[in-house]
């Protein structure tokens, strides 16, 4: 499973606006955004990076104005980590992952009494994306270009859910990625705090969780941040696969010096 959820962080990133692969790297960025979250690189399944490498990719990132940050599971490519470690990279954190498959995948009782719906309208891809910041402490603000993510995840082939508060507005949501490799990614699972405690994350995630399966994707998994949401999920029928690391380059670190090799190659 390893590789196949590196392969996906691979063909994930492909399918940013701008992409460079050099050196074992693939990188893609979002055009008009310094987050590193948005933007940032993964090696490709087996990849043995060598320094000049490592250095060609930190150059890529420099040139851009960004912070070299790269996300993938360490277990797909085993040499990547200590040359990374090598040329001061550091970790940010270390999560592990959760799959879930048709076999696996457990409806939870409380689904039947939530309103689980696809949003539809601009509307609701922005109650739903300002619901989502207020779950997360603000680390990513309401945005009309973080409603616009969640329409084109939607439009793209992946999935995207939410459960209206009975009070008004949006109680919680998440998205889950276009499949790729077979897998697909469930992610930002976010319930406001005031409708916490109400089955809302069990019944978002099973939804999005079964809406992939009837598009043909044979897994999905998801990364959690605490004991509580685990729970959670397992009790929907995701189990422990592997982990997966994140790590970037202090601002202070020095820059490496130019490789004497061409240019890196560019996409779209």
Do not use: K
Not at 159 to 181: H, I, L, Q, W, Y
């Amino acid at each position: 499973m390893d590789i196949q959820v590196q392969s996906f962080a691979v063909a994930h990133l492909r399918r940013r606006p701008a992409v460079v692969e050099t050196g074992g790297f693939v990188a893609g960025f979002i055009p008009g955004t310094d987050n590193p979250y948005l933007n940032y690189a993964t090696p490709l399944p087996g990849a043995e990076p060598t320094e000049r490498d490592v250095a060609a990719l930190i150059r890529v990132f420099r040139e851009r104005g960004l912070l070299p940050r790269l996300e993938f599971a360490p277990q797909a490519a085993p040499a990547v980590e200590a040359v990374l470690r090598a040329a001061g990279f550091a970790d940010e954190a270390v999560h592990a992952y959760l799959v879930c498959t048709p076999r696996t995948l457990t409806l939870p009782r409380s689904s039947d009494r939530i309103r689980v719906r696809t949003p539809q309208t601009d509307e609701e891809f922005a109650a739903l994306d300002a619901a989502l910041a207020e779950a997360f402490g603000g680390v990513f603000p309401p945005s009309a270009e973080g409603a616009a993510r969640l329409r084109r995840t939607q439009e793209s082939g992946g999935a995207v859910r939410f459960v209206p508060d009975p009070e008004g507005g949006v109680a919680g949501g998440a998205s889950c990625s276009p499949a790729a490799e077979g897998t697909a990614e469930l992610s930002g699972v976010g319930t406001r705090p005031a409708c916490r405690g109400r089955g809302i994350a069990a019944a978002v995630t099973a939804a999005l969780t079964e809406a992939m399966f009837s598009q043909g994707a044979g897994s999905v998994w998801l990364e959690y941040s605490g004991e509580g949401s685990r729970r959670v999920y397992e009790r929907v029928g995701y189990r422990p696969h592997g982990t997966r690391l994140y790590v970037s380059l202090p601002p202070t670190a020095p820059a490496p010096p130019a490789p004497p090799t061409g240019p890196a190659r560019s996409g779209g």
